[in-house]
């Protein structure tokens, strides 16, 4: 059954009056990619469990001295550690099961190789969020509950979205929205008790940490596996298909080359930036081979240039998979992919090859150099294709004999064979790879090919030519490059706006709690003026006027009038307001910025695995104190009185990096010791 069936959960959530988002797949469907992803949870939480009991014994070891104790330890360790190797090459068995994400019609093409999802734990926002809202808003935190609910289930659907465009805008709305959760609820001073744990998509090791960016870098990468997992499903049998597998695949690399950017600092190794690194080679040179097979999807035409032109492309999908095959194998990195990956790359490096040397000597001896053949055309291309000519050979005396073409020929059809040869030997070490049925045929059909073509011209004394092969230019019509992901084209509404503008009511900025200002302005003044967009800031505050004397600050931001709220009124809004006042006066609400104390910030424990904590972050937060004096005000002064400036107390600050742009609360500027802290560019 295909992946994107229309058996959604029930429940839709409503996000506000005119929107809806979609849910992820039915988890409880049973298609093979859910199957193997379910495998995979299930696989991850064994081996947290492992690990665990790992991280217990040694432990165990290390705090005792009696030798029959010690003796038990090491039993159990050396079993505990024999289950872990078991079930990481049951999860590495998973990762190279690449045939359930091909498109269920594919029956004539080489497997391509998808990322499989990250997997996470659920996680439980009510509490948390309930008491910040009550404690930093000071607003009653049930008329929450719907927000949090949605944002809750906007989660748990991006656990399994669906194999689609639609289940990568699901990831992305997720991801935006994470930006402003991250704005109002996340403040670089203190932590909210929330835990995010996401498992290491290769090697199942858990990542638990508080910090939201883990949450955002993780959705990353799962909206550059999703776009992976697209890309293999595509129908390369058609144009159209292989298109979409281009597009996919380049749009994969553009997240994950995002990823590898942005977030620097990554616990779980899937996300480090050599991984990345490989990762992102590896999509461009699986875009790449989908390139040569748009281009041979109609068949090559036995012609001359048509021939040397197809040679060039089959050897450009070679170099870069033999520039993927090094990287693979570069430690650390080669200790964390799946080896039949790296078998893979390298048959695919041998088999491109093989191609490429078959065009070349099918050119070569097919086509002999005609009277009405363009001879400078020939020969530029010719010569265009090596790096350097053989010892001893001309392009155009190659050209003009024939003995000397079919020699050269012959030697190309040679290093086809022995390609092939060493692609099928190469696939019979890999247990999985000899599962896979079609990758076997067309090794074994592109032999025979090569073979029997250089049966036809094989001669007695064969075995005396030792003519060597020269290096071929490779060299591809259209190049590749990664597109910029584009985060943005899935427009959100942040499920907290009910809290005010963002600019101005976040986790970074403290407020008093809403104070009820009542009073009766005197001839119709109100005795100050306000400013700004949303909310308005009350200023050039008379400190004899009716509003001064019941409470009103300068400077305070308005956020009712006479019960309305006004957090999202302008100035003409809510001068609208003031004018229905009668008699009785109006009632105001108003807040006021709070001044900051300077807090030494907890220190955040990472733990892999259920191991020893670590400290990955450890950060001071200082806050500025605004120390502005009251400056006495007459009523309506017809020109300015000098006073005292507000001054602002300078300090060194160590922050927090920020996955959001902005600046902190009081506007503070790192030390110049400290510029190098890129809030784009860091994570934990």
């Not at 469990?49 to 010690?70: C, D, H, I, P, Y």
């Not at 996919?248 to 990345?276: I, R």
Request: charged share 25%; net charge neutral.
């Amino acid at each position: 059954p295909s992946d994107s069936c229309p058996n959604y959960i029930a429940k839709i959530c409503t996000v506000h009056s005119n929107g809806y988002f979609h849910r992820g797949c039915n988890p409880l469907a049973q298609t093979g990619r859910s199957k193997l992803q379910n495998s995979r949870a299930l696989l991850n939480q064994q081996i947290i469990k492992e690990m665990r009991m790992r991280a217990g014994a040694e432990n165990l070891l290390q705090a005792t001295s009696n030798n029959k104790v010690r003796e038990m330890v090491l039993l159990e360790l050396s079993y505990v550690n024999s289950n872990l190797q078991l079930l990481m090459e049951e999860l590495e068995g998973l990762n190279s099961s690449v045939e359930v994400y091909q498109n269920e019609n594919e029956m004539l093409s080489i497997p391509l190789i998808p990322l499989g999802l990250k997997e996470t734990k659920e996680v439980d926002f009510t509490v948390a969020f309930k008491d910040f809202i009550l404690e930093h808003y000071s607003e009653d935190s049930s008329n929450y509950e719907t927000e949090i609910a949605d944002l809750m289930d906007l989660r748990q659907a991006c656990r399994t979205p669906s194999r689609t465009e639609a289940g990568v805008d699901l990831l992305m709305n997720y991801f935006n929205q994470l930006g402003f959760v991250e704005n109002r609820f996340f403040s670089p001073s203190r932590h909210m008790g929330i835990f995010f744990t996401w498992y290491d998509s290769f090697t199942g090791v858990p990542v638990c940490q508080q910090n939201i960016s883990l949450e955002k870098a993780s959705i990353l990468f799962n909206i550059g596996a999703l776009y992976t997992q697209i890309g293999t499903r595509c129908d390369r049998q058609t144009k159209t298909g292989l298109g979409n597998a281009i597009d996919a695949f380049q749009k994969a690399t553009g997240v994950l080359n995002h990823l590898k950017e942005t977030f620097t600092h990554t616990p779980s190794y899937d996300m480090s930036p050599a991984m990345l690194g490989v990762l992102v080679k590896l999509m461009l040179a699986q875009a790449q081979e989908c390139v040569f097979e748009r281009l041979s999807l109609s068949g090559i035409c036995n012609e001359y240039f048509s021939l040397l032109k197809m040679a060039q492309e089959a050897a450009k999908v070679s170099e870069v998979y033999g520039l993927v095959h090094n990287a693979m194998n570069q430690p650390p990195v080669k200790e964390n992919f799946p080896s039949s990956w790296s078998y893979m790359t390298q048959v695919k490096l041998e088999h491109y090859r093989s191609l490429a040397d078959y065009f070349i000597a099918t050119a070569l001896i097919d086509h002999q150099l005609g009277p009405n053949d363009d001879e400078d055309k020939q020969e530029k291309s010719l010569s265009q294709l090596y790096d350097a000519m053989p010892e001893g050979l001309v392009p155009l005396t190659v050209l003009k004999a024939k003995e000397e073409r079919i020699r050269l020929g012959k030697a190309h059809l040679r290093s086809a064979i022995k390609c092939h040869e060493e692609a099928k030997r190469i696939c019979s070490l890999c247990r999985n790879l000899k599962k896979i049925n079609i990758l076997q045929e067309i090794l074994s059909v592109a032999h025979k090919r090569s073979f029997d073509k250089y049966s036809e011209h094989e001669k007695e004394d064969d075995f005396m030519d030792f003519l060597e092969v020269p290096d071929i230019i490779a060299k591809t019509e259209q190049k590749l490059e990664m597109t910029a992901p584009h985060l943005s084209k899935v427009k959100v509404t942040d499920f907290f706006q009910r809290l005010g503008p963002i600019s101005v009511f976040s986790a970074k900025q403290r407020w008093t709690v809403p104070r009820t200002v009542h009073f009766i302005p005197e001839d119709g003044d109100l005795g100050f003026t306000l400013k700004g967009g949303s909310p308005v800031q009350v200023t050039c505050l008379d400190p004899l006027c009716a509003a001064a004397n019941a409470g009103m600050k300068e400077g305070d931001y308005i956020v009712s009038v006479e019960g309305k709220d006004c957090k999202w009124l302008g100035v003409v809004e809510v001068l609208k307001l003031f004018k229905g006042v009668n008699v009785k006066g109006i009632e105001v609400q108003v807040v006021s910025l709070q001044d900051h104390t300077s807090a030494m910030m907890n220190k955040s424990a990472t733990y892999s695995g259920g191991l020893p904590k670590t400290y990955s972050m450890i950060c001071l937060a200082t806050g500025n104190e605004n120390n502005g004096k009251s400056r006495k005000v007459t009523k309506k002064l017809s020109f300015l009185s000098w006073g005292s400036k507000n001054r602002q107390k300078s300090v060194s600050t160590i922050s927090l990096p920020s996955a959001v742009a902005g600046s902190s609360e009081s506007g503070e500027h790192l030390s110049v010791k400290f510029n190098h802290f890129n809030n784009e560019s860091s994570l934990y």
